[in-house]
């Protein structure tokens, strides 16, 4: 049973840090992709950043290049979102995500944490 359990999430001071963790158990996970993606209140949900399987290519919504840093540890089946200078406007539920290598969807999800950044 393929499962995407985030942790890291909670209420922050605009200008202050989290880490999101998420946990994979279920499927392969040194050979898929991993992303996040946010979901605000009354908006649709938008891609964060990316890793690839092996770590090396990685890319970012403008809106957080500078500011936040994705990673992974194969080894624990891990992927992580370094946030930086939080801002109001990063409140949301974050999603990690699963996809197979050389595909563009993202097959597996998780259930999301909350972040709320205070001004």
């Known amino acids: 049973q393929v499962q995407l359990v985030e942790s890291g999430g909670g209420l922050v001071q605009a200008g202050g840090s989290l880490r999101l963790s998420c946990a994979a158990s279920g499927f392969t996970f040194s050979s898929n992709a991993m992303g996040w993606f946010c979901q605000a209140p009354g908006k649709e949900r938008e891609f964060v950043a990316d890793?690839?399987?092996?770590?090396?290519?990685?890319t970012y919504a403008d809106s957080v290049k500078g500011r936040f840093t994705i990673s992974r540890d194969n080894a624990k089946n891990r992927v992580y979102l370094q946030m930086n200078s939080l801002k109001p406007e990063d409140t949301a539920v974050y999603y990690c995500?699963?996809?197979?290598?050389?595909?563009?969807?993202?097959?597996?999800w998780g259930q999301g944490t909350q972040v709320t950044v205070s001004s």
């Open positions: 995500a699963a996809r197979a290598t050389q595909t563009a969807q993202y097959d597996y």
């Open positions: 890793i690839s399987w092996s770590g090396h290519y990685i």
